[in-house]
């Protein structure tokens, strides 16, 4: 069974930087075929894909968070990780990674997902 | 980016009703080389991770239940519980994956008559 799990500060100041690590177990994150995203969930609100990453360190972002996101891969740790800089009060979500799967990086959808954390910007 | 409206925002039905959840794109979601709808649809319950139960709009994930279904094409969508059970509680949000970056409606939320 593919488990994933979030880990990262619940709170960050405004103007920094929040950093989120993926662990994932009963798969290896080298696999061919899949690629590692990371979804966010406003307050009240739907779901926003932020971006997703393959083995090999390509990445793909939501064009609305381009400038702020980066993206990486640790095979030997089976993690993959999110860097969201200058961050405000409109950051405030619950975080979710997910293993995404589909018809090439540009069509997928995510079959397995974390629990989510959520993430605070406040001073 | 391409907009996913669900309707409704909620609804209960009593126990072995039938539920229907409709999804509706701001564009066609269907490729006309394969014959696909890039729609996904998933559950999601409190505490609990999203599941998918439902790609390429028709396409059953494994393990989940036969009283899901999920039909429509171009840019009209239906996820059907044929007969709710009391572990169907949860809201449910559908996906396209037609184009990046990938958009989700707001979900509906199912609860109990």
């Known amino acids: 069974q593919v488990q994933l799990q979030e880990s990262g500060p619940g709170l960050v100041k405004p103007l920094q930087t929040l950093s989120l690590t993926c662990s994932v177990s009963?798969?290896?994150?080298?696999?061919?075929?899949?690629?590692w995203s990371w979804i966010r969930q406003h307050p009240g609100k739907g779901l926003e894909w932020i971006g997703h990453?393959?083995?090999?360190?390509?990445?793909w972002y939501n064009p609305s968070l381009k400038s702020r996101v980066s993206m990486s891969v640790d095979t030997s740790k089976n993690q993959f990780s999110l860097r969201l800089t200058s961050v405000t009060a409109a950051d405030t979500a619950v975080y979710y990674c997910?293993?995404?799967?589909?018809?090439?990086?540009?069509?997928?959808?995510?079959?397995?997902w974390g629990q989510g954390t959520l993430v605070t910007v406040s001073s | 980016d391409i907009v996913m409206t669900q309707s409704p925002d909620s609804l209960a039905v009593s126990l072995g009703e039938r539920a229907t959840i409709t999804c509706k794109s701001s564009?066609?979601?269907?490729?006309?080389?394969?014959?696909?709808?890039?729609l996904a649809w998933y559950q999601h319950k409190p505490g609990q991770p999203p599941k998918l139960l439902i790609y390429?709009?028709?396409t059953r994930e494994s393990g989940v239940p036969d009283r899901f279904s999920g039909s429509g094409s171009g840019t009209d969508f239906t996820l059907t519980i044929s007969s709710l059970q009391a572990e169907d509680v949860a809201v449910y949000f559908c996906?396209?994956?037609?184009?990046?970056?990938?958009?989700f409606g707001g979900g509906t939320k199912v609860e109990i008559k």
């Open positions: 996906q396209q994956f037609y184009t990046t970056p990938p958009t």
């Open positions: 009963g798969d290896s994150i080298s696999n061919v075929g899949y690629y």
């Open positions: 390429w709009a028709s």
């Open positions: 564009q066609s979601l269907s490729y006309s080389s394969n014959n696909k709808n890039f």
């Open positions: 990453t393959y083995y090999s360190g390509s990445t």
């Open positions: 997910a293993r995404d799967r589909g018809n090439g990086y540009d069509n997928t959808w995510s079959d397995y």
